[in-house]
């Protein structure tokens, strides 16, 4: 059985057959005679069979030989096809990118950005997934991940995206019904819709957690439920931006509940990383590079009850 064989013994006497010159083999290697000489012997000593006759006039590959170089010449082809394809594959604009998101990022802003880069690269196939921030894990395949919050994994890449700033918000109906809390102890009082599985969740010590509770296991739910007026919710503003310039949901000048907290893009340190892998960071990062897409500006969407707006003009036409 033959040992201590490996490729580079096999490419060697590839060449040496094809070229049928032991000479010219050495100058398209640029490796001495002496070398190739004494590669040629171990292979035919690992093979236990000679696979060339040498004599100082003529080169002539033996009966083993001419068969051995023909299989060779087909591994040779299926290794050098092999190398091309993943060289292309590093330059090509064609693959697909496995995307860890966190719940926030369910809506329509970050659709709008995908839908954006696979209309421009329709050759680049996206999977996006959602995931708690526990869960994540480069072992399961991801290439990519967006973070919310401070990071602790030193081993990866991480990119800015910017920041997400949180509020607490209710449609107005709620507010006149049961009041507007001005300050966190007014919080008891109210139903609090809790998104359970947020990256930016409330302190242990929140008076939100010993209000009325619901929870829901998505954003968008916990959305929907405050817009319908069941109760408050602490969403990220940018996902409500439509609801807030219409005024069906406000929010509430409860400092305790307002927060923005760091967005980063992160991925393995691989300087061979696939081209179209780098096109999608480049695309993600130059987005939100010159503005900061993923905060609101409260101020104008803070809601004042209309007694206090009455109190304030009162107060104003008598120091008048």
Known sequence: MATNINLNDIYIFHFVSELKSITAASKKLNTSKQTISRKLAQLEESLGVT????NTRNFQLTNAGQDYFQSCAKIIEQVEQANAMVQQHQTAMEGRIKICLPHE????????YFMNFMDANPAIKLDISLCDR???????GFDLAIRLGELEDSSMVARSLGGV??????????????????????????TYIMVSKSSSAVDKDSPLLKCRQLVVNEFMLGKQFASQGFGLVRLPLFMCTEELVSGELVILPVEQCMETRPLSLMFLKDKYMPGYVRKFIDYVVDICRDQDIWTVNPEPYIYLPPKAKTTAAVNQAVSA
């Open 51 to 54: 696979l060339i006759a040498r």
């Open 105 to 112: 990022f369910n809506n329509k802003k970050t659709c709008s």
């Open 134 to 140: 526990n869960s994540f894990s480069m072992a399961d």
């Open 165 to 190: 700033n949180y509020g607490l918000v209710a449609s107005p109906a709620y507010l006149k019904r049961f009041g507007m809390p001005q300050k966190c102890e007014d919080l008891y009082q109210h």
